[in-house]
């Protein structure tokens, strides 16, 4: 089974600012990689897959970079609806496994 | 507009089973693939089972034996039937669109397994 991890845990941001979200798998997973942002009570959307591919419908502001095992995924400049946990998942091999996610938090 | 309506969850006794429904509109479940995810109380997401366009069916191993992927075509509905319930079965219950990313998710439907 692939382990995803994602770094920070948290991250205590201000309107406006730039956030830059971590995901490493514990073996390449080429680019077969997505991420979600989750808001309480809600369901997860998806925001990037292919690690770089904006979902339909997902600001430009949100971009995917990455290959292999080190992916990232940042947003420009945070808007207010912005602030969610972020999870990243992976589709190389089965089964198919999620990051513990990055809660994006107001500073 | 593609959606899904997940429902049966409830409270239910270690032990016993339950069947979740996905009932899904604007797309056809039998030329998609239709997965479960779930997400207990407070925690991240799991990947719990799949089913392929062409019937294949694959589990996590937390599940695998207990647990059931099936679909009706004709009520293009996906479905989970849960056996042998346990306590950390307790979770939102998702289904979700997808082969390599999951584009679409319902809302979820909770099941909490408790005496």
């Known amino acids: 089974e692939i382990v995803l991890t994602q770094s920070p845990a948290t991250l205590s941001l201000s309107p406006g600012e730039r956030a830059t979200l971590s995901c490493r798998a514990s073996q390449s997973v080429s680019s077969y990689l997505a991420w979600y942002q989750q808001k309480p009570g809600q369901a997860p959307r998806l925001l990037i897959y292919?690690?770089?591919d904006r979902a339909t419908g997902i600001p430009a502001r949100f971009s995917g970079s990455g290959s292999g095992t080190d992916f990232t995924l940042t947003i420009s400049s945070l808007e207010p609806e912005d602030f969610a946990v972020y999870y990243c998942q992976q589709r190389s091999n089965w089964p198919l496994t999620f990051g513990p996610g990055t809660k994006v938090d107001i500073k | 507009e593609v959606q899904l309506v997940e429902s049966g969850g409830g409270l239910i006794q270690p032990g016993g089973s339950l069947r979740l429904s996905c009932a899904a509109s604007g797309f056809t479940v039998s030329t998609n693939y239709m997965n479960w995810v779930r997400q207990a109380p407070g925690k991240g997401l799991e990947w719990v089972s799949v089913i392929y366009s062409g019937g294949t069916t694959y589990f996590a191993d937390s599940v695998k034996g207990r647990f059931t992927i099936s679909r009706d075509n004709s009520k293009n509905t996906v479905y989970l039937q849960m056996n042998s319930l346990r306590a950390e079965d307790t979770a939102v219950y998702y289904c979700a669109r997808g082969y390599s990313e999951l584009d679409y998710w319902g809302q979820g439907t909770l099941v909490t397994v408790s005496s």
């Open positions: 292919d690690a770089s």
